[in-house]
Each structure stands twice: as C-alpha cells, then as structure tokens.
Nanobody, 124 residues
Framework: VQLVESGGGSVQSGGSLRLSCVAS????????MGWFRQAPGKEREGVAV???????AYSDSVKGRFTISQDVAKKTVYLQMNSLKPEDTGVYYC???????????????????WGQGTQVTVSS
C-alpha cells in the first residue's frame, strides 16, 4: 500500500490550501483515512479523519475551518483548509487504518500505512 500526499505549500495567514492523498494498492472495502500533522519540536497530532462510510472526526483546533472529504472509488481523501493560522504550520501526513473508527484513529494517531508527508507553512 502506498499513500501519496500533495497540495502543501506556503500561504499567508487567512489563506487556504487543499491537500490530497491517494492510496494505491489498498483493496479492503472499509478504511479510515486521516490527516495528521507534526510541527517542529511537537508530537504528531490528529487533524481530521473520515471512514469509507463517510463518518468524520475533527480535532477541536480545526473545526469550522478544515473539511475532510473523499472519493471512495479513487481511494482519495482531501483536506480543504481555510482560514489558516501560523499554528497550522507543520508536515501533514496521510494515513490509513484498516479497522476501527474515525474518532479512535484521530485520538490514537494509529495508522497501518503512512505517507511521506507534505509541508504546510502559514506565515503571519
């Protein structure tokens, strides 16, 4: 299984970015796919997760600003990030959990497969 993220970049505070993650080689019908981020010197944190049934979970810090969506047929997950803040800066990773729930994956930050990450930088 391979996860490839794209869409990162640099933006000013208040701007928007859209991340994409494509999963190839994953054949199970059920999954949780999520976005996690890690800032320098900080632990990796859950941002948003969606399962193949469309159930979502968000961290409190991004609720109302970020939206996770998916194309199930393409095994692709998107993260629309609006009203970006400098504290959103970090490397954003995509992951898949083959079982469980969106909420559990968000909290445990567990993934069976991980992408390489894409950098998001928000300047003030």
């Amino acid at each position: 299984v391979q996860l490839v993220e794209s869409g990162g970049g640099s933006v000013q505070s208040g701007g928007s970015l859209r991340l994409s993650c494509v999963a190839s080689g994953y054949t199970d019908s059920y999954y949780c796919m999520g976005w996690f981020r890690q800032a320098p010197g900080k632990e990796r944190e859950g941002v948003a997760v969606i399962d193949s049934d469309g159930v979502t979970a968000y961290s409190d810090s991004v609720k109302g600003r970020f939206t996770i969506s998916q194309d199930v047929a393409k095994k692709t997950v998107y993260l629309q990030m609006n009203s970006l803040k400098p504290e959103d800066t970090g490397v954003y990773y995509c992951a898949i959990d083959r079982a469980g729930s969106s909420r559990r994956m968000l909290i445990t930050r567990y993934g069976d497969y991980w992408g390489q990450g894409t950098q998001v930088t928000v300047s003030s």
